[in-house]
T-cell receptor, first 116, second 112 residues
Framework: GAVVSQHPSRVICKSGTSVKIECRSLDFQATTMFWYRQFPKQSLMLMAT?????????EQGVEKDKFLINHASLTLSTLTVTSAHPEDSSFYICSARGGGGYYGYTFGSGTRLTVV | GESVGLHLPTLSVQEGDNSIINCAYS??????FIWYKQESGKGPQFIID?????DKRQGQRVTVLLNKTVKHLSLQIAATQPGDSAVYFC???????????FGKGITLSVRP
């Protein structure tokens, strides 16, 4: 079946530094990927839609200069949290369209970001 | 705005019993519904989906029921096992190019 690989699974960084999270579709091409943020015991909140070869579309209230998204190929999207602060600590999850289900949304395993 | 929501935050069931997880949606234009399972520290895992032109779909130990009249979606898990303990989300789509809208999530706890 379709697999989306997300790395790293956990990362701890110092306040003010930047962190890059990778999302790869391993056995299918994904023209569209999605980035979500999830707080403890809450649902997934869509941050942005990543389109291969074009600019990402950000949801209202998401700072595009803080959360940089690059979708340079059909199998890779990256999310860079710039100048991270403790309030950016969260669980970040990517999804790619392709694979299981009618519309084929497959999720990565998530990245736990802790900013200290 | 319109959203997909769940009635109860937690559900505790005895191992071996059947579980029923309910979800109410408000977008009458939604045409595709998905149930996801999320274990602690992991991403959502696809369980089963259903299109709006169906009212029932069965998988392995799971059944999804859709009642468009009352905008209600349910996930039934037969013979619930400890490995079923997780948070379950319903999500909906309106067309192939729309974005998934997730419900709040319900925690299923299986008692041994």
């Amino acid at each position: 079946g379709a697999v989306v690989s997300q790395h790293p699974s956990r990362v701890i960084c110092k306040s003010g530094t930047s962190v890059k999270i990778e999302c790869r579709s391993l056995d299918f091409q994904a023209t569209t990927m999605f980035w979500y943020r999830q707080f403890p015991k809450q649902s997934l909140m869509l941050m942005a839609t990543s389109n291969e070869g074009s600019k990402a579309t950000y949801e209202q209230g998401v700072e595009k200069d803080k959360f940089l998204i690059n979708h340079a190929s059909l199998t890779l999207s990256t999310l860079t949290v710039t100048s991270a602060h403790p309030e950016d600590s969260s669980f970040y999850i990517c999804s790619a369209r392709g694979g299981g289900g009618y519309y084929g949304y497959t999720f990565g395993s998530g990245t736990r970001l802790t900013v200290v | 705005g319109e959203s997909v929501g769940l009635h109860l935050p937690t559900l505790s069931v005895q191992e071996g019993d059947n579980s029923i997880i309910n979800c109410a949606y408000s977008n009458s234009a939604s045409d595709y519904f998905i149930w996801y399972k999320q274990e602690s520290g992991k991403g959502p895992q696809f369980i089963i989906d259903i299109r709006s032109n169906m009212d029932k779909r069965q998988g392995q130990r799971v059944t999804v029921l859709l009642n468009k009249t009352v905008k209600h979606l349910s996930l039934q898990i037969a013979a619930t096992q400890p490995g079923d303990s997780a948070v379950y989300f319903c999500a909906d789509l309106t067309g192939a190019n729309s974005k998934l809208t997730f419900g709040k999530g319900i925690t299923l706890s299986v008692r041994p």
